[in-house]
């Protein structure tokens, strides 16, 4: 129990074009989601914080224009890299709290390569 | 404001020796502390949660506020614990998670 999915699993795009990424979970209800940024070979930076059909909370530095996160349903939350650019190029990872997990236990997805030409 | 340091970036231990690593926080409320896993090509999955109080593939970490330290052991380590591990903190009335940088364990055979 407790799958969280990410598509697609990796993206290749032109700069000054946008990018959408999935995040689903598959067997059970999420109220809240998060997205995370991480660089090779350092830790997951927290982006934003997603709950269903309410505005996502950014963290301090990143650009709410430019990662629209949608929080629609309480199985899937999208994150879209608009006017993307060579330094967005990143592992994105979801995670989606909710199910018989504590208060803070989050499921992580299997994240998405983004790579922006 | 929420901080995990990992000391560690880098840890290597002969196969069957014990286990050890480091994992302070910063957090000036009622704190809840885990231990996340990533193993090669794998997505990130919770090892074991301080509240819990469980053992989890031979691993334990006890949540110590005298010393804000959530150390994570294991007596004999074993091949299959290479892996990177990450630190993670959460508060009461704030559902983020606080990430440290992570330390790459590597079990020497």
């Known amino acids: 129990g407790a799958v969280v999915s990410q598509h697609p699993s990796w993206v290749i795009c032109k700069s000054g074009t946008s990018v959408k990424i999935e995040c689903r979970s598959l067997?059970?209800?999420?109220?809240?989601m998060f997205w995370y940024r991480q660089f090779p070979k350092q830790s997951l930076m927290l982006m934003a914080t997603?709950?269903?059909?309410?505005?996502?909370?950014?963290e301090q530095g990143v650009e709410k224009d430019k990662f629209l996160i949608n929080h629609a349903s309480l199985t899937l939350s999208t994150l879209t890299v608009t006017s993307a650019h060579p330094e967005d190029s990143s592992f994105y990872i979801c995670?989606?709290?909710?199910?018989?997990?504590?208060?803070?236990?989050?499921?992580f997805g299997p994240g998405t390569r983004l790579t922006v030409t | 404001a929420q901080r995990v340091t990992q000391p560690e970036k880098l840890l290597s231990v002969f196969k069957g020796a014990p286990v050890e690593l480091k994992c302070n926080y910063s957090y000036s409320g009622s704190p809840e502390l885990f231990w996340y896993v990533q193993y090669s090509r794998q997505r990130l999955q919770l090892l074991l949660r301080?509240?819990s109080r469980e053992s989890i593939k031979g691993f334990t970490a006890d949540l110590n506020k005298g010393e804000t330290s959530f150390h994570l052991k294991k007596p004999f380590a074993q091949e299959e614990d290479s892996a990177m591990y990450y630190c993670a903190l959460g508060g009461f009335g704030n559902e983020k998670l606080t990430f440290g940088t992570g330390t790459r364990l590597t079990i020497i055979p």
């Open positions: 997603s709950n269903e059909g309410s505005k996502a909370t950014y």
């Open positions: 067997d059970f209800q999420a109220t809240t």
């Open positions: 301080h509240i």
């Open positions: 995670s989606a709290r909710g199910g018989l997990g504590g208060r803070h236990e989050q499921y």
